[in-house]
């Protein structure tokens, strides 16, 4: 369905538009607390705090903003992000986010691309 696809989705960080986006991904992990105790014969687990990740690629050098003022993100960056998804939904934010990993990669006759990684801000 056309109303599905990905093209038009949009991320903000801080506020403000990322560029160039070709791809996002979340992703929430569980987390289990291993609780076995020695009389058992398997392990258990129990829910531990859930973890939470955004990876956004992009064309270029990683950049938000507008296409006459932009400003790079670069590891320790802070801000909210918000994920809006071509079919409306707005289902992944994370309000306080860092910037925990870019990664820029370029090969021959292809684009310089940006993967950007985000988790919850602690700090």
Do not use: C
Request: aromatic share 6%; net charge negative; no cysteine.
């Amino acid at each position: 369905m056309a109303d599905m696809g990905f093209n038009g989705s949009t991320i903000t960080f801080g506020g403000t538009s990322v560029l160039e986006v070709t791809g996002i991904s979340s992703s929430s992990g569980g987390n289990p607390v291993d609780v076995t105790s020695s009389g058992k014969t398997t392990h258990v687990f129990t829910a531990g705090v859930p973890t939470v990740e955004f990876t956004v690629d992009v064309v270029g050098i990683a950049e938000y903003g507008t296409t006459s003022s932009q400003t790079a993100i670069s590891v320790n960056s802070t801000g909210a992000i918000v994920i809006t998804w071509n079919d409306g939904t707005t289902d992944s934010s994370i309000t306080a986010a860092i910037v925990t990993n870019v990664e820029r990669t370029g090969s021959l006759d292809s684009p310089i691309t940006s993967s950007i990684t985000f988790a919850p801000y602690g700090g």
